[in-house]
């Protein structure tokens, strides 16, 4: 006699991340709705309950106020809300991929979302109205004048300038760095 011997599914085999680790920097000013980056997780069981994942976002830190999504089939994880770099530079998530079977298995990954800069903040000064004597002698330091610019790197170099009205014309001198 001839036995035939059908081996069941049993969901056994936890979903397992391509990469677990994921770095993506993306610049302040990326438009709501794009992409930034796709997870992806496979899982060896056979049955379709069994083998099917689905992503979802477990934790986000700084605390999440919905800036991310994840599509929970294809794990597309897209930008809800604008970034600002000068209030979170970076922020960590994690995402949980979980398959269909009785009991679920999961497995977790990391993703980090690195803000990089844009020129988006205009300088300040410090203080905008500056007193001196009149009897300064040529050649003396008359003020300070400070600014700020909430802007990183390069986007935060200033240049300091003198707009000349034709009445201040070579009455001062300015260092246009300091």
Not at 95 to 111: F, R
Not at 115 to 141: M, S, W
């Amino acid at each position: 006699a001839w036995v035939e011997i059908r081996v069941l599914d049993v969901n056994d085999n936890q979903p397992i991340f391509e990469n677990n680790k994921i770095v993506v920097n993306v610049k302040e000013d990326i438009p709501i709705g794009s992409v930034l980056t796709t997870v992806k997780a496979t899982d060896a069981d056979e049955s379709r309950q069994n083998g099917v994942v689905e992503y979802q976002l477990t934790r986000v830190q700084p605390a999440d106020r919905g800036f991310f999504s994840i599509d929970r089939s294809t794990g597309i994880i897209r930008l809800n809300k604008r970034l600002d770099r000068e209030k979170v530079g970076c922020y960590e998530l994690e995402v949980t991929a979980k398959d269909n079977g009785n009991p679920s298995l999961s497995a977790k990954a990391s993703v980090t979302i690195t803000i990089e800069d844009v020129n988006d903040n205009p300088p300040h000064f410090k203080q905008t109205t500056y007193y001196i004597q009149e009897d300064k002698p040529v050649g003396a330091i008359v003020a300070r004048i400070e600014a700020d610019d909430d802007d990183i790197g390069d986007n935060a170099n200033l240049e300091y300038f003198i707009i000349n009205d034709g009445e201040i014309e070579n009455i001062f001198y300015l260092d246009s760095s300091t």
